[in-house]
């Protein structure tokens, strides 16, 4: 009876642990897809005999996304800078002319006139918070004339010292140019190139010893250029710049003088500009304010019917009061 009875407790502790695994497999936590195993609990179900039961946490069906880091796009807002797309300054300038052959002879005089410029920066969007473009390439034109009276000093053919009063003189020059712009939080810096050209004109024919000169270069200017942020409604740039004469073409009308007209090369020569810039925002624009020094030196041009343009020196100095719109 007692082995009977062994027996039978076996059968039912056998069938009991069936019935909990079935439960633990049939369970909706078990069974979730939403549920993951976290760990184990054991239990004493007897002496002796110990129960793991797995303990369940919720877990999503699918991984999360993870963000990819975007990096934020630079806008002109963010250089606290005066960048336009379109770009266009007219003003009026005055300036000291003197022209020199040293040894030989000098002109020295005012000159006023105009001056006209336009800067496009493509890659300027219209709205200050856009995207900025980085191929940076602003392109440039530059129109600037004057006209005033200067002094002659020198003498005749035969050494005879001569003297000529109010001579008329007008100068014209115009240039395109390339660039490429650099910007800090504080400052845009540009570099040009391109191609110029200055012609410029004196004449004594009113005087009997007198006869008009006209005076033309093609040159390569080399133009760095750096503008401020504005504080407190003003800001500071400058310019400096080198030009390389490409080549030159000196005309003397001496059929004025009963002779022939002689045209005169001129292959060899430089030129050297500086500027500072003073830029003020107003309720009616924005107003420049630029000192400037231009210089040119001009080697001997080569003889032509047995007439030389001599090395010459050309000195510019003066203001500059532009318009920006």
């Not at 003889?303 to 020196?313: D, M």
């Amino acid at each position: 009876m007692k082995q009977l009875l062994l027996t039978v407790t076996a059968l039912i502790s056998i069938i009991s642990s069936f019935a909990f695994a079935a439960d633990d497999v049939n369970s909706p936590e078990s069974n979730s897809s939403n549920k993951k195993i976290a760990g184990y609990k054991v239990y004493q179900e007897s002496p002796g005999e110990f129960k793991k039961v797995p303990v369940y946490e919720d877990s999503p069906d699918t991984e999360p996304v993870k963000k990819k880091s975007v990096s934020k796009k630079v806008t002109s807002a963010d250089y606290e800078l005066d960048l336009k797309r379109h770009l266009l300054e007219i003003g009026p300038e005055i300036y000291s002319y003197r022209y020199r052959e040293p040894g030989v002879m000098k002109y020295q005089g005012v000159l006023v006139g105009a001056a006209l410029n336009y800067t496009y920066r493509g890659w300027v969007p219209d709205s200050p918070n856009e995207p900025l473009l980085k191929n940076r390439y602003p392109l440039r034109s530059e129109f600037r004339f004057a006209s005033g009276q200067a002094d002659y000093d020198g003498g005749l053919s035969d050494g005879t010292p001569y003297d000529i009063s109010n001579v008329d003189f007008d100068v014209f020059e115009t240039r395109l140019m390339l660039g490429l712009d650099q910007l800090d939080k504080s400052y845009v810096a540009s570099l040009y190139t391109g191609i110029g050209y200055r012609y410029s004109t004196d004449d004594t024919s009113f005087d009997p010893y007198g006869y008009k000169r006209e005076s033309n270069y093609i040159y390569v200017p080399v133009v760095y250029q750096l503008d401020s942020k504005f504080k407190n409604n003003w800001a500071w740039g400058g310019k400096l710049e080198v030009d390389i004469l490409a080549r030159g073409l000196q005309k003397s009308h001496l059929s004025d003088v009963g002779s022939i007209d002689v045209e005169n090369k001129q292959r060899n020569g430089y030129g050297i500009r500086s500027s500072l810039r003073f830029q003020n925002q107003t309720e009616s624009g924005l107003l420049t304010i630029e000192p400037f020094i231009r210089y040119w030196n001009i080697n001997d041009s080569d003889v032509k019917y047995g007439f030389i343009e001599p090395h010459n020196n050309t000195t510019e100095f003066g203001l500059q009061l532009l318009w920006t719109f």
